[in-house]
């Protein structure tokens, strides 16, 4: 099959390569129609997550038909499914308690020492998202091994098309998530860092979830634009000062929530990021946390700090004593993305949530190592890239979506 795999730094190729098969009875083998490349695929892309080798498949949101099942799978050949990319057994003492993303089976053993060196513990499963996380192969490619199927995916009706339904299995989960952590009473003032997919329904979830006010922070016009359409207030970064903006806004008390939808590889040029940024390139650091020291900072005394932003290890000048003088909660985590998917899948049926709204471009699997670097290099045209494989039924929607008109309209405006 063809897939995409990662071959080092800024090196995505799509190469031939064997078929996966049924290794454990509750596999399901899925064959992909949809799949997206995430915010997180960046920071494998540039290298920061440790033990991904070369060859390893990448992906881990995607959705398609079962082709094959394992004598356990509760899955039906011909069923379409959308696959959370934490892999779960849904029994352990973590799953039990939903906090699928902690899953103690799922990471085999011979991948979960890396992590019991540098976690404490060992690490739930991943897809596609190096050997610290099971080293599972993502789903990137033609088809896929999904471990503990009769948990993990969840079937999606024929009328939904992939584009509505795809992103359950990570971002649209993860920003319900990053709401749901920032503990949000009606009335609140919620800032967000990031207009990327994670932050646009952060956002979006936010306001369901009762926000009276939702401040995005971002630099890329678009983004800023799709986050304003959905009804936040917004600062440009290097058009204002974020701290005193945010003070300003809310009358010098400061947001009552921060959610960090940045994560380990922030921009801007402050000197806290020069530094980071110094430190990363000499591989001194992996953690460039600016968005999410200026997050702490803002935060009103009392308030919550929701951090769904990826990091890998330690972090430099991480501001502790504001953390605590403040008397800050913090909560963060990899998505429970199981948690999530049903109730989610409801709301996109009764159209409570849109999800289609931020992709920018559709194109072929073959197309994806270029699709990688426009990703990296070109985020204020490129909101949200969804590959197909030659087996996605029905054309795609001529239509354009609300990403792709702000597009279109800054370009024939250049
Ligand atoms: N917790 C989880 O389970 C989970 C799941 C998915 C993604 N993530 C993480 O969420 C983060 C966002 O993902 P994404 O797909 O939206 O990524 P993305 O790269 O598309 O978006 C990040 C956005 O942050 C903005 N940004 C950078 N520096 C900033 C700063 N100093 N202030 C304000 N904004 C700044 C960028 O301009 C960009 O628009 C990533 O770290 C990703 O790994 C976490
Ligand atoms: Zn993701
Ligand atoms: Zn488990």
Known sequence: ????????????????????????????????????ICGSDLHLYDGYIPTMRAGDILGHEFMGEVVETGSKSTLKKGQRGVVPFTVSCGDCFFCKKQQFSACDNSNPSETSDASMMLMGHEMGGAFG??????????GQAEYVRVPYSDVGPIVVPDHLDDDQVLFLSDILP?????AENAQIEPGDTIAVWGCGPVGLF????????????????????????????????IIHYHQANVRDALNEMTGGIGPDAVIDCVGMESHGLTIDNIADQVKAQLYLATERPHALRQAILSCRK???VSIPGVYGGFADKFPLGQLMEKGLTVKTGQTHVQKYTKPLLEMIEEGKVDTTFLISHHASLEAGPEMYKHWHDEQNSYTKIVLKTAMAKGAVEETRTPAQEIIHREMSNA
Do not use: C
């Not at 993860?174 to 990053?178: D, I, L, N, R, V």
């Open 1 to 36: 099959m063809r897939a995409l795999t990662w071959h080092g730094r800024h090196d995505v190729r799509v190469d031939t390569v064997p078929d996966p098969e049924i290794v454990n009875p509750r596999d399901a083998i899925l064959k992909v129609t949809s799949t997206a």
């Open 129 to 138: 998202y190096a050997h610290l996380t099971g080293g599972y192969a993502g």
């Open 174 to 178: 993860t920003g319900w998530m990053a």
């Open 202 to 233: 952060a956002i979006q979830s936010a306001l369901i979830m009762g926000a009276a006010r939702v401040i995005a922070i971002d630099h890329f016009p678009t983004r800023l634009e799709l986050a304003k359409k959905l009804g936040a207030e």
């Open 302 to 304: 009392g308030g919550r």
